[in-house]
């Protein structure tokens, strides 16, 4: 940390303490945020932190993004889906797409214009991304895209897609291309349902078809085919260690709010901290808590040197949300009957952290890749 992230933790804290909190309970009834929230994310410079001024963004690095993350989730308002949108979306333009591209969409992401989404997942096709079946075809100066994505992150309000299609299923990942989509008034492209998960209720996940959905072979990012699943490999180490810095900030929000309920908890006349048992087992969990926060600096002080490769971010992904499932269901046995009651933050951050284990790579999948490196 330094003087301008300091401010810039100040500014994303009042943002999502005024901006979203107060807005969680209603989010998670009607399973997206406000449009309007992203637009005023976008007026504090809180979008595309991480995008180099020329395109519209901060102009800053990962660790700006970990900053306005971390602050997220302390806050208690998880909803929002600006940092996939901005760590993870835009990179894939950043990275990849032509100057074209860049110019065409990033400012757009900046301001919340428009809003990203990444279609990879498919009723078929989870962490193996060479089971892809969404087609690609090229027709003259388009490509005809047709198929199906489940679990799509910011889907319900996405404007701007990047999909993963093949243009050759017998290619496997040498087929693989991912194509940035408008969506708006596309003919073709349809949201499904909002899908009803047990945590994260107030961030839109659903269902995106597309039928035989035309857009211009300009689209294909960075105007080469076959060069999709490359592109995902080199960008899939920057999208776990966003999921790690989640679960960092989880583990020390769950051991706080634990604290404080054990210091003001009775029972048999005492605070619950009084009892060796809740005060060892909370030991244990700031323990973890710091050795969380250690592993995860030294991870982000690897990726802004560019040295944090796919066996390193794998385990940071792993070992951190195991750590955020644990140390959140020990710290909601603290509260006992009120852990389980879902007006508490305690449960909202149990169903909220389960899932962790299983986006962005499965943890076993994680731990293959690792035992590859042995």
């Known amino acids: 940390m330094?003087?301008?992230?300091?401010?810039?933790?100040?500014?994303?804290?009042?943002?999502f303490r005024k901006e979203c909190l107060p807005h969680e309970e209603r989010w998670a009834g009607q399973q997206h945020v406000d449009r309007e929230v992203w637009t005023k994310a976008g007026e504090l410079g809180l979008l595309c932190a991480s995008i180099p001024a020329r395109y519209g963004g901060g102009g800053?690095?990962?660790?700006?993004?970990?900053?306005?993350?971390?602050?997220?989730?302390r806050a208690?308002?998880?909803?929002?889906g600006g940092p996939?949108?901005?760590?993870?979306?835009a990179h894939y333009v950043n990275a990849y797409g032509t100057e074209e591209q860049r110019h065409r969409w990033l400012p757009g992401m900046a301001t919340a214009e428009l809003v990203g989404a990444i279609a990879m997942t498919e009723p078929g096709a989870g962490s193996d991304l060479r089971g892809v079946r969404t087609r690609a075809v090229r027709d003259g100066d388009e490509y005809v895209i047709t198929g199906a994505k489940t679990f799509i992150s910011n889907g319900h309000l996405a404007d701007f897609v990047i999909v993963v299609a093949t243009t050759d299923p017998e290619a496997g990942a040498q087929g693989i291309c991912l194509f940035g989509v408008e969506t708006a008034g596309l003919p073709g492209f349809r949201r499904g349902r909002n899908l009803n998960k047990i945590g994260q209720h107030g961030q839109d996940?659903?269902?995106?078809?597309?039928?035989?959905?035309?857009?211009?072979?300009?689209?294909?990012?960075?105007?080469?085919?076959?060069?999709?699943f490359v592109q995902l490999m080199e960008q899939l180490p920057q999208e776990r260690l966003f999921l790690g810095v989640?679960?960092?900030a989880t583990v020390e929000k769950a051991v706080r709010l634990a604290s404080d309920y054990a210091k003001e908890r009775t029972a048999f006349g005492k605070p619950l901290m009084a009892f060796q048992n809740t005060r060892f087992t909370l030991a244990e969990c700031d323990t973890l808590a710091?050795?969380?926060?250690?592993?995860?600096?030294?991870a982000i002080e690897r990726h802004l040197a560019g040295r944090l490769d796919t066996v390193a971010a794998s385990k940071v992904k792993w070992w951190l949300t195991e750590q955020q499932c644990a140390v959140v269901d020990r710290c909601l046995q603290v509260f006992g009957g009120y852990g389980y009651m879902a007006e508490y933050p305690i449960a909202r951050l149990y169903t909220d952290a389960r899932v962790q284990k299983i986006y962005g790579g499965t943890n076993e999948i994680m731990k293959e890749l690792i035992a590859r490196s042995l």
């Open 2 to 15: 330094d003087e301008e992230l300091d401010l810039l933790a100040g500014l994303a804290r009042d943002f």
């Open 60 to 73: 800053g690095t990962f660790a700006h993004e970990a900053v306005i993350l971390v602050e997220q989730h």
């Open 76 to 80: 208690l308002a998880p909803s929002w």
């Open 84 to 89: 996939l949108h901005s760590t993870v979306v």
């Open 205 to 228: 996940t659903c269902e995106l078809f597309f039928e035989e959905v035309r857009v211009p072979a300009a689209n294909l990012i960075g105007g080469v085919e076959g060069r999709g």
């Open 246 to 248: 989640i679960a960092a």
């Open 290 to 298: 710091s050795v969380a926060w250690a592993f995860l600096d030294e």
